[in-house]
Protein backbone atom coordinates (compact mmCIF):
# COMPACT_ATOMS: atom_id res chain seq x y z
CA UNK A 1 0.00 0.00 0.00
CA UNK A 2 1.40 3.35 -1.22
CA UNK A 3 2.10 6.04 1.43
CA UNK A 4 -1.29 8.16 -0.34
CA UNK A 5 -3.60 5.16 0.13
CA UNK A 6 -2.46 5.03 4.06
CA UNK A 7 -2.52 9.04 4.46
CA UNK A 8 -5.92 8.91 2.49
CA UNK A 9 -7.44 6.08 5.06
CA UNK A 10 -6.31 8.14 8.23
CA UNK A 11 -8.24 11.27 6.45
CA UNK A 12 -11.32 9.74 5.83
CA UNK A 13 -11.10 7.87 9.87
CA UNK A 14 -10.62 11.17 11.60
CA UNK A 15 -13.49 12.97 9.76
CA UNK A 16 -15.80 9.90 10.41
CA UNK A 17 -14.54 10.23 13.99
CA UNK A 18 -14.91 14.20 13.97
CA UNK A 19 -18.43 13.66 12.51
CA UNK A 20 -18.93 11.35 15.43
CA UNK A 21 -17.93 13.24 18.45
CA UNK A 22 -20.23 16.65 17.19
CA UNK A 23 -23.39 14.00 16.67
CA UNK A 24 -22.26 13.29 20.70
CA UNK A 25 -22.29 16.80 21.68
CA UNK A 26 -24.69 17.70 24.03
CA UNK A 27 -26.18 21.42 22.79
CA UNK A 28 -27.78 22.17 26.13
CA UNK A 29 -25.01 21.30 27.79
CA UNK A 30 -21.93 22.39 26.19
CA UNK A 31 -19.49 22.09 28.87
CA UNK A 32 -19.90 18.23 28.75
CA UNK A 33 -18.90 17.87 24.87
CA UNK A 34 -15.67 16.22 23.48
CA UNK A 35 -13.90 19.39 22.40
CA UNK A 36 -10.36 17.90 22.94
CA UNK A 37 -11.64 15.08 19.92
CA UNK A 38 -13.05 17.49 17.87
CA UNK A 39 -9.93 19.90 17.71
CA UNK A 40 -7.14 16.79 17.82
CA UNK A 41 -9.74 15.47 14.48
CA UNK A 42 -8.95 18.90 12.94
CA UNK A 43 -5.30 18.82 13.99
CA UNK A 44 -4.86 15.70 12.29
CA UNK A 45 -7.08 16.31 9.32
CA UNK A 46 -4.75 19.85 8.47
CA UNK A 47 -1.59 17.47 9.02
CA UNK A 48 -2.70 15.23 6.83
CA UNK A 49 -3.60 17.77 4.23
CA UNK A 50 -0.51 19.55 4.49
CA UNK A 51 1.38 16.09 4.39
CA UNK A 52 -0.30 15.27 0.77
CA UNK A 53 0.32 18.49 -0.45
CA UNK A 54 3.99 18.08 0.10
CA UNK A 55 3.81 14.40 -1.33
CA UNK A 56 2.31 15.46 -4.74
CA UNK A 57 4.80 18.29 -4.63
CA UNK A 58 7.72 16.16 -4.53
CA UNK A 59 6.09 13.99 -7.21
CA UNK A 60 6.11 16.86 -9.68
CA UNK A 61 9.73 17.30 -8.86
Not at 13 to 29: G, H
Amino acid sequence: MKRIHLIYFVLIASVVLMIFNIAELDFENLKKGPFAGIVSNVLLILAMLVTIRDIKKKENN
